[in-house]
């Protein structure tokens, strides 16, 4: 019979945000896979448990991955972690999970912390629908087309930045998305934990000022609104919105939206 590989949510930043379960599982697992051995030493040093651990990550992923699953068909648990918060997301792990469902041995999830949701709960910013982008592309002309494809999805936007690309991320936000609402979140969960909000531009001109700026973040974007054209009749955006597969009742929503007026004031002008 085979073992069980387990994947567990560790803390983004404050020791006391692991489980209940988390803590149990990381006891019992024969092995724990972990992105780096030394910062993992240090959580489970703290809750005093001594177990041994192996690396995974984007480096040796193939090799390793088939290593586990040995382990695993062996009949041993594995516990699976990330340096911090939940595994897989922006992070190793795919391979191992794909090939250990593939030769039918369980995955189990053991929830926990997520920056994603974590920032996103908090950002004051819809939450009805979102897409995780995980982190941007490092050059400008790729991360401007990658704002740019993603703003028309119509929902709420997630993405991981780096502290010493921050800045620049921000600039092209501001030239791709405009006065769109933002909210970075930064440090989460840890001592200096903060919370910025206004547009791309603004938050760019306020980290500027800083004399560095620190601590990982996590970037919430708002709905992205198209720029009215006033030029445009009401009747042709709503049968242009139609010709690009939006439903009927959707465009007139859309259109009363961007225009700032009532479903209403759409259909008279329709009806006119």
Partial sequence: MSGTLYIVATPIGNLEDLTYRAVRVLREA?????????QTRKLLDHYGISKPAVSYHEHNEQARSDELLRELQQGKDVAMVSDAGTPLIADPGYRLVEKARREGVPVVPVPGPSAVIAALSASGL??????????LPAKSGQRRKTLAEARSLGMTLVFYETPHRIVQALEDMAAVLGDTPVVLGRELTKLHEEFLSGSAAELRERLALRDSVKGEFTVIVGKWQAPVDESIPLEREVELLIAQGVPRMDALKQVARR??????????????
């Fill in 259 to 272: 225009r700032g007026i009532s479903k209403r004031e759409v259909y008279k002008s329709l009806d006119k």
């Fill in 126 to 135: 819809p939450t009805d629908s979102f897409a995780f982008l995980g982190f």
């Fill in 30 to 38: 024969a092995l724990i896979a972990c992105e780096d051995t030394r």
